[in-house]
């Protein structure tokens, strides 16, 4: 019997409510006319000499028996199916909490990167005219290192403003990309010029031996390529202590992966999830004294996303760091091979 039920509850799981129950109500009525003929067969002297009174009171008592054991497998067969349905509502609920959370949250930081913006401008604007003393000199020499000082705290939070608003555009979906051919060659020396200073005063050694034959154009943003590139760049000399050095290497396969690898605190495993989310930094005391935001892989992630491609990172704490930067296949610009057919 639990065989059948079993049996019975498999073939009923993937129907309708009203189509079970008109299933479970012929199931009934066999079972009745089962109940009934087995009756007959078993007793036939109860329908001897036309003993009609007994044959309906077993048929009564098989409908019956069919009834009930009908109503005992709705109640099995649909109290499964009313829990799945009462979790997929909650889901649903809570999917939909989470996303006007969420959507509150970017509208909120893009209005205030807005509002901030305005103010900064003009205080950066300001601070470069008193530093640079265009409209006369301003008399004492302090009034200028504090107005280099403030010029450069404001270009700070500029650019720290300029990546919230990034991220929230990615979330929105609306960060567009101004593709063109792009030279890998020249984007990464680009990038090793303007992270040159910032090795230098950390005594970083900056690794770069360009691949031959030359890399293949990439169709990609130029700026939002050496944006990715600065961003880790920045992240490895920050945390490579003196002596230490960081590498770049360019891997050409299907796609183009871009790897940098530095030797520096590297990364807790426990930490490696936490850092990958906005504002997400990791937890030693080194990196504690290192001035940061935790927006930089959250940006760059996004922004390798943006381009069909994926970020990936492996780290051994008090070894090094590897971020990979893998850029699709179909953005490798690769030249026709010549057949040496004439045309």
């Not at 059948?4 to 129950?21: H, N, V």
């Not at 600065?230 to 050095?245: C, H, Q, Y």
């Not at 390798?304 to 090094?320: C, F, K, M, P, W």
Request: proline share 6%.
């Amino acid at each position: 019997m639990a065989l059948a039920m079993r049996g019975m509850r498999s073939a009923l799981e993937g129907l309708p409510i009203r189509y079970q129950l008109v299933v479970l109500a012929i199931a009934t009525a066999g079972l009745a006319v089962l109940s009934l003929t087995a009756a007959f067969i078993a007793y036939p002297s109860f329908f001897a000499d036309g003993r009609l009174l007994s044959a309906v009171i077993v048929a009564a008592l098989a409908a019956a028996a069919g009834i009930g054991l009908a109503t005992l497998l709705r109640g099995f067969i649909t109290r499964p199916v009313d829990q799945l349905r009462q979790t997929i509502v909650e889901l649903k609920a809570a999917t939909l909490r989470a996303e006007t959370t969420s959507r509150v949250k970017s509208e909120f930081l893009a209005n205030m990167s807005h509002e901030l913006r305005t103010p900064l401008n003009a205080i950066i604007g300001f601070s470069d005219l008193m530093q640079s003393q265009t409209l006369g000199p301003v008399g004492n020499r302090i009034y200028v290192e504090y107005a280099a000082d403030i010029h450069f705290s404001g270009t700070h939070l500029l650019e720290i403003i300029n990546d919230i608003l990034d991220v929230v555009r990615y979330e929105a979906g609306k960060m567009e990309l101004k593709e063109e051919p792009v030279a890998v060659e020249r984007a990464i020396g680009e990038a090793l010029r303007l992270v040159a200073p910032q090795s230098a005063q950390g005594e970083i050694g900056l690794v770069w031996t360009p691949p031959e034959p030359p890399l293949p154009p990439l169709l990609c943003d130029r700026v939002r390529l050496r944006q990715m590139l600065l961003n880790i760049l920045s992240n490895a000399i920050k945390f490579t202590m003196p002596g230490g050095s960081v590498e770049i290497r360019a891997e050409l396969a299907e796609g183009l992966t871009l790897a940098i690898t530095d030797t520096g605190i590297g990364i807790e495993p426990e930490d490696i999830t936490r850092i990958m989310t906005p504002f997400g930094q990791v937890g030693s005391v080194y990196a504690s004294a290192q001035r940061g935001t935790g927006l930089g892989l959250t940006l760059t992630k996004a922004l390798i996303e943006a381009h069909g491609g994926r970020l990936s990172l492996d780290s051994v704490a008090g070894v090094g760091t590897t971020v990979r930067l893998a850029f699709p296949a179909a953005r490798v610009i690769r030249a026709p091979i010549d057949s040496g057919e004439p045309r």
